[in-house]
DNA sequence: CTGAAAGCGCTTACAG
DNA sequence: CTGAAAGCGCTTACAG
């Protein structure tokens, strides 16, 4: 146990002296007896030298702890090792399994991940991305709120990626709504319900249009009635103020376009006297953290973020290393009803 | 709108010439007419230089859409205007907030964060840790599992602030619990209950230990029995499976390390027929998303965990720009009870 | 105030 | 296989 109190070193601005020179690749080649070249050779590409230099090298740079400097790796290549991640919404759980997908993908292959969000708007979300853009190898987006146009235009210059929305010419890992849609319009039908409301997400979400799609779909099929309601704000605030105009609206079941809505939606009809499921069914999307934690339990539709996450980030790691550019599909993952207790028979 | 063709150009590897050279200082040096040196000094330090040449130069830039090169000014200042946020346990929501605050924090002084987890383990803790050094300015540990010592050592190659622990010689973040603590036990005391039972979080946690500590001089003072219970992952599912034991233990009160306990040891309680409150009460702590969706809504103290990002961050920023090394106390942040419905009095 | 030069730590043709 | 050299894009003493 050594004495705790060397850090304190309380002087004036600019003294900051801390970090004794890390060691580099000459001290290495010192140590070595090589030239630096060798050194670099050694350690980045060991079989274009002798089994004999690099051990050599090998050592040396053990004994020094040697590290490597990424910003001196990066000026000639080019190449940072770091990925960016842009979300709409750190605090919204929907990307927290993203976040996290993406993130272990990197680490595990070597890569940082440097993560940005868009609070929701397309401009902040253009700029962060242009921001990051100069020092990350590719980005990833999240359910981008920007037009189709620009992403494109980022495509342009570094390997981009898309989660939840399907771009033409860019790599996009999308779930494939239509699954957990009909299954839950199913159910509802199976329940007796003869109408569904959607309440849709941001107007910019591609995901948004899309569930409304297989809604309709859905819903023709079962010979359901489909009806939209718009909300301003995809969060659980957003869902309590729609409480009233789905009240108006006089339907039996809600399908809301994420689960922050319909736990909100739930928690202001509870608290307006309104049974739920037995007045209205709710069911809502993602299947987020706490979805399980409302009374009744919320029914969902899974969609799995964590393996979007994991997805994008190895197709993007694929495409750094130059395996293809573009895909002329999307990746397609499953989605799946989790049948809880916040839809049943009406009445 | 253009054609959205030209992207998907499918070729061997090693042929990505995406990214058009990208204007650099000597571009907008020979547009202006000035030196390079004279171009980043306009750039960095308007002030030493010609309001007329800064005009120049600010003209060319703007033309060329410079970007300065985040790598190549690193290297030789040693500065990369990014910060390193270590936490836990990236899908823990308490964590949520503390990234955000860290997050907008950092991004509105113009630093990019850079998150790490270490999955609650130490060593992994120290890796990513060592790993992060080498390309931050400063480090953000929040709720750190390593060792004080350890922490020391960082401390002493680059600035560090930790949330949620006292350690000494570093600059530190931490809730005031006592506050809240006292405010919950009283609650409890004034409700009729005798004793208290605290479950405890990881060992390696000093805020769980911190809380502890609160507890039993809340409960002396209130002349209340106070008895500790181990739990082995501070999680939903840790929570479950503490359910027996607590029943075993034969209490009216529980207060546990996290939400996260106390939601999934409610949840198997109500599943075993216990009612919460009525024969268990059950307090929480951090006030996490979704600590009120459950039946009933947990009672917790929360912590003001935005503001710990926000002013870890801050203070890190400080110390980055030499206001001072080390603060002689922590900085403190207030905690309070959050009177809901999972506690009442007993029978 | 401004220019010319050196250097940050690495990589990578180019010779040998 | 290895060395010597040039260069990545910036910053910063050093002169003038």
């Given at each position: 146990m050594k004495e705790a109190t060397s850090v304190v070193e309380i002087e004036g601005p600019g003294r900051q002296k801390r970090a004794r020179q890390a060691p580099t690749i000459y001290d290495i080649a010192?140590?070595?007896?090589v030239n630096a070249s060798t050194v670099s050779r050694a350690?980045?590409?060991?079989?274009?030298?002798?089994?004999?230099?690099?051990?050599?090298v090998e050592v040396a740079a053990a004994e020094l702890n040697y590290k490597a400097n990424h910003f001196a790796r990066a000026l000639p290549t080019g190449k940072t090792q770091t990925l960016g991640l842009i979300v709409a919404d750190i605090t919204n759980p929907t990307f927290f399994?993203?976040?996290r997908g993406a993130g272990t993908t990197a680490a595990a292959?070597?890569?940082?991940?440097?993560?940005?969000?868009?609070?929701?708007?397309?401009?902040?979300?253009?700029?962060?991305?242009?921001?990051?853009?100069?020092?990350?190898?590719?980005?990833?987006?999240?359910?981008?709120?920007?037009?189709?146009?620009?992403?494109?235009?980022?495509?342009g210059e570094k390997p981009v990626v898309v989660i939840n929305r399907d771009v033409k010419g860019?790599?996009?890992?999308v779930p494939d709504v239509d699954r957990g849609?009909?299954?839950?319009?199913?159910?509802?039908?199976?329940?007796?319900?003869?109408?569904?409301?959607?309440?849709?997400?941001?107007e910019e979400s591609w995901m948004s249009g899309r569930r409304w799609e297989g809604i309709q779909a859905a819903c023709d099929?079962?010979?359901?009635?489909?009806?939209?309601?718009?909300?301003?704000?995809?969060?659980?605030?957003?869902?309590?103020?729609?409480?009233?105009?789905?009240?108006?609206?006089?339907?039996?079941?809600?399908?809301?376009?994420?689960?922050?809505?319909?736990?909100?939606?739930?928690?202001?009809?509870q608290a307006a006297g309104v049974r739920v499921p037995e007045t209205i069914s709710i069911v809502g999307f993602d299947d987020i953290f706490g979805a399980d934690f409302t009374s009744p339990p919320l029914t969902t539709v899974r969609s799995p973020?964590?393996?979007?996450?994991?997805?994008?980030?190895?197709?993007?790691?694929?495409?750094?290393?130059?395996?293809y550019k573009v895909a002329t599909a999307a990746l397609p993952v499953e989605t799946e009803l989790i049948l809880r207790g916040s839809s049943a028979p009406p009445n």
């Open positions: 010192r140590l070595a007896g350690l980045n590409n060991p079989d274009r030298v002798t089994a004999k230099t690099r051990k050599l399994d993203i976040i292959r070597g890569y940082t991940l440097v993560l940005a969000e868009s609070t929701e708007s397309p401009a902040m979300e253009m700029t962060v991305a242009r921001r990051m853009l100069g020092s990350v190898d590719g980005v990833i987006l999240a359910s981008p709120r920007m037009g189709d146009d620009q992403i494109l235009d980022l495509a860019v790599n996009c890992v849609i009909s299954q839950a319009v199913r159910s509802l039908a199976g329940q007796g319900h003869r109408s569904v409301l959607y309440i849709a997400g941001p099929w079962s010979r359901l009635v489909a009806s939209r309601l718009e909300s301003a704000t995809p969060t659980v605030e957003g869902g309590r103020r729609l409480a009233r105009d789905v009240l108006v609206a006089g339907v039996t079941a809600v399908i809301t376009y994420n689960d922050l809505l319909a736990i909100g939606l739930m928690q202001e009809l973020v964590h393996e979007c996450g994991v997805r994008a980030t190895g197709r993007l790691l694929e495409e750094l290393a130059g395996a």
